[in-house]
């Protein structure tokens, strides 16, 4: 049997509610008391954006743990994030409540496969790939097929798909197609790339990190004693960010469950925006079918935006193809009023970059804190034209989704100063002045910072370490050197990096669950937003509208929306504004519905030059794909070919800049796409 710190809690829960209980639920509003002192059965808690999700379930454990129905130990918490579940874990200690397990689905996997493996493996855990692209490249050479490290990403990316889907080598080539994936090479020939990837890992004793969820999953499938051990151990789950759950974690999960019904998932179907990874909302949608006694409750009460941002999202998200009731959510803000949001039209894209890189100058220089303010967009590449407005305007930015900050050199390098510092010791009160010192014999000066670039970005990343220095020092005055280098090690463990000044400039997906006293959502025109990729697929579509939900709502106070006529100066091609704004832009009515807007693959529709060209794009396709051997769609879709013909680039930077075009193929076929449009 597991040792109580490997697989803690074997107790029964008391049998009389502890006195503290319902003080745990002070505070909380009608829904949320409702759903934290729901702790029998089958629970689904459908929260809305702002209305404090992560805040109800910790008080729903807490209230299962002082009222007796839970064991602390016997709880196990799932996130999709380390900082989510360091999150959870703090709010508990908070609350009085220690013990609980609150993990990623991979780091659980791996502590339960870790101890389990000389039992299921017959032998020690076995080694983690560290670098899955090395591994995928040597498959692909198998597979003769020519890769750079775009194509690379995206064969990983595809084998990620396949494996959280289930799907096998063999049944990938269907299942793609039905799911409409646009693979970077033939489906057949990613396949190979598949099944030579796996025999590969098992060739060489290693698990991704897919794996760590398919053994354990079959560890507890096919090892009864394995599975009576666990279940016995872990007898309540809660499941965050439920709409999320792909199928080989749902797979997991059923697994720890074995039938049992203690089960409480927390989700808003109107944030599902990662079914490209695999996720599957139906888990979340269709919660009350598989458990028909299951208490659901509703979470509507915004406390993070002004009425009218609440507004403007209600519109939005009102707009879409109804579900049933039960899964409607309409946000009832709860703050005080606030301005309207404002919509801007712009002559072209560096117009557009220039006015909101003013707009945020203005802000900061009226007391918003720069990093109070977002730049959201919808694919990464339109984050250079705002980069430079920015570094024009003198306003100091941070771009998310890149390096995380504690694996940044000089963070690093900083860290092991700090280490070493603290290791001969530290005076009381000195801990700001000494972090001051350590980062100074690297280079840093506190009040100088360079004007712009990856200078800036280090300048800007060791600031942080001084301002949290400050943070800290202000809650507690007694914390000093070590105690600082300890709680450095925590965040990085949880990956929980400190503020860094600058405006965020990141992409919409990057910032689900983070949100901002200024929003600005930028570059709102269709084939960006929704994305070209999207518009043969009425579902895909309403992805895209979803994703623009996320966006809005990431908007504390402030919110502008805004998009170009066109791409680039002098362009003589206007761009619609997406189909989004239908209805919410004054003036405009609401969009038809997505399946009446839908252009079909074969038949897109062009008039004037751009048709013509168009039609010359899909005839040099056709022979391209004939004299590779491929299908045509392997080298570009007709939604790219509708994207050139529309935006008529000029040069390989400008072709780069459209969906659809990564280093590859721009290698592969710039010249003679540039060639075309030029005829």
């Not at 005080?336 to 900061?364: I, K, M, Y």
């Not at 900050?405 to 530290?426: D, N, Q, T």
């Not at 997906?509 to 709102?524: P, R, S, T, Y």
């Not at 040069?651 to 060639?675: F, N, T």
Request: charged fraction near 25%; glycine fraction near 8%.
């Amino acid at each position: 049997m597991p040792r109580t710190a490997d697989l803690p809690g074997s107790a029964a829960p008391s049998a009389a509610p502890s006195a503290g209980a319902e003080a745990v639920l002070a505070g909380l509003d009608d829904e949320q008391r409702a759903a934290a002192s729901a702790v029998e059965g089958p629970v689904c808690i459908l929260a809305g954006a702002g209305t404090g999700k992560t805040r109800t379930i910790t008080h729903r454990i807490a209230y299962g743990v002082h009222a007796g129905a839970f064991v602390p130990e016997q709880v196990l918490a799932v996130t999709f994030t380390a900082r989510a579940a360091g999150e959870l874990r703090s709010r508990l200690a908070g609350l009085g409540v220690g013990g609980v397990q609150a993990r990623t689905f991979h780091a659980a996997a791996m502590r339960q496969l870790r101890y389990f493996a000389p039992r299921v493996l017959g032998g020690p855990m076995p080694a983690l790939v560290e670098n899955k692209l090395r591994v995928v490249a040597t498959a692909a050479a198998r597979a003769r097929l020519t890769t750079d490290r775009t194509s690379l990403r995206d064969l990983a990316s595809e084998i990620e798909w396949a494996k959280t889907t289930l799907a096998t080598p063999e049944d990938y080539p269907a299942r793609a197609q039905a799911a409409g994936r646009e693979p970077p090479f033939d489906a057949a020939a990613v396949a190979r790339v598949y099944a030579s990837y796996e025999s590969a890992k098992q060739r060489d004793g290693m698990l991704d990190f897919e794996d760590l969820l398919l053994v354990t999953a079959f560890a507890l499938e096919e090892h009864p004693d394995v599975a009576r051990q666990v279940r016995a151990q872990y007898r309540h789950f809660v499941v965050d960010e439920y709409q999320d759950v792909n199928p080989l974690q749902q797979r997991l999960l059923d697994a720890w469950l074995g039938g049992r019904a203690s089960v409480c998932v927390v989700g808003d179907p109107n944030q599902t925006i990662y079914s490209f990874t695999g996720a599957d909302p139906d888990y979340l949608l269709g919660f009350a079918d598989r458990y028909p006694d299951a208490e659901v409750v509703k979470l509507e009460r915004d406390y993070r935006s002004t009425p009218q941002v609440v507004g403007l999202a209600n519109k939005l998200i009102g707009q879409a193809p109804e579900r049933k009731s039960i899964f409607r959510l309409k946000l009832l803000g709860q703050r005080a009023e606030g301005p309207e949001p404002r919509f801007f039209e712009h002559a072209d894209e560096p117009a557009e970059a220039a006015a909101v890189a003013q707009a945020c100058r203005a802000l900061v220089e009226a007391g918003t804190p720069a990093s109070e303010i977002a730049v959201l967009f919808r694919i990464n590449a339109q984050s250079q034209v705002y980069e430079s407005a920015l570094a024009d305007a003198g306003v100091p930015y941070v771009l998310k989704g890149g390096e995380r900050f504690f694996e940044r050199p000089e963070v690093r390098e900083a860290v092991v100063l700090l280490r070493g510092a603290a290791a001969g010791g530290s005076e009381p009160g000195m801990l700001v002045p000494t972090v001051r010192d350590v980062l100074a014999s690297t280079g840093w000066v506190e009040h100088r910072p360079p004007p712009g670039g990856a200078a800036r970005d280090r300048w800007q990343s060791l600031a942080a370490l001084v301002d949290l220095a400050v943070d800290l020092v202000a809650e507690d005055p007694s914390t000093d050197l070590p105690r600082f280098v300890a709680h450095l090690a925590e965040r990085a463990d949880a990956q929980h990096a400190p503020t860094v000044q600058g405006v965020t400039l990141a992409s919409m997906h990057a910032a689900k669950g983070l949100e901002w006293d200024a929003v600005f959502v930028v570059g709102l025109v269709d084939g960006v937003l929704p994305i070209s990729q999207s518009l043969s697929r009425p579902d895909a579509v309403e992805e895209e509208r979803r994703l623009l939900y996320v966006a809005v709502t990431r908007a504390r106070e402030q919110l502008t929306l805004s998009w170009s006529l066109v791409r680039n100066p002098g362009a003589k091609r206007p761009r619609p504004r997406s189909r989004f704004l239908d209805g919410l832009v004054p003036g405009s009515s609401p969009t038809a519905p997505a399946p009446q807007r839908k252009p079909k693959r074969a038949k897109v529709v062009l008039e004037g030059e751009a048709g013509e060209l168009f039609e010359r794009l899909r005839a040099w396709r056709s022979s391209t794909a004939q004299a590779a051997s491929v299908p045509a769609y392997v080298v570009f879709t007709d939604a790219t070919l509708q994207a050139i013909a529309e935006a008529r680039p000029t040069s390989i930077q400008e072709l780069s800049s459209l969906p659809g075009i990564g280093a590859r193929k721009l290698d592969l076929y710039g010249e003679d796409v540039l060639a075309t449009v030029g005829e």
